[in-house]
């Protein structure tokens, strides 16, 4: 009997801080697509969860989302980029935290090797 291919990959997890109030988690599974979940929160309040991978490789908030002192603002992007072995999970958007605009441009919130 063969082994299931990736049947022991285990979850890459990446944690970014963006603003004081507000992170980005980043999850890898392991799939051979390069699935990748991706949630913005504040104190565990979910303000977009979005998942890319190598066919969708761009999501695209269509209405800003608040929990407490945050806002993502609609528009806000999550791109998958692929490097070939490995590959980032980008974000560029607009996050409003206590009344500050903090301006994202293709930062890098998860780098990962494709398993």
Request: a negative charge; one cysteine or more; proline letters at 3%.
């Amino acid at each position: 009997m063969a082994d299931a291919p990736h049947a022991m990959s285990s979850t890459q997890t990446v944690n970014t801080p963006l603003t004081i109030n507000c992170s980005s988690q980043t999850s890898y599974s392991g799939s051979p697509n390069q699935t990748t979940q991706v949630v913005f929160s504040y104190q565990g309040n979910i303000l977009w969860a979005t998942m890319v991978n190598n066919t969708m490789t761009t999501q695209t908030l269509t209405e800003g989302s608040s929990a407490g002192p945050v806002k993502l603002e609609e528009g806000s992007k999550v791109v998958l980029q692929n490097l070939g072995g490995t590959f980032n999970i980008l974000f560029t958007g607009i996050i409003k935290d206590s009344g500050s605009a903090n301006n994202f441009n293709g930062t890098n919130i998860g780098s990962f090797t494709i398993s």
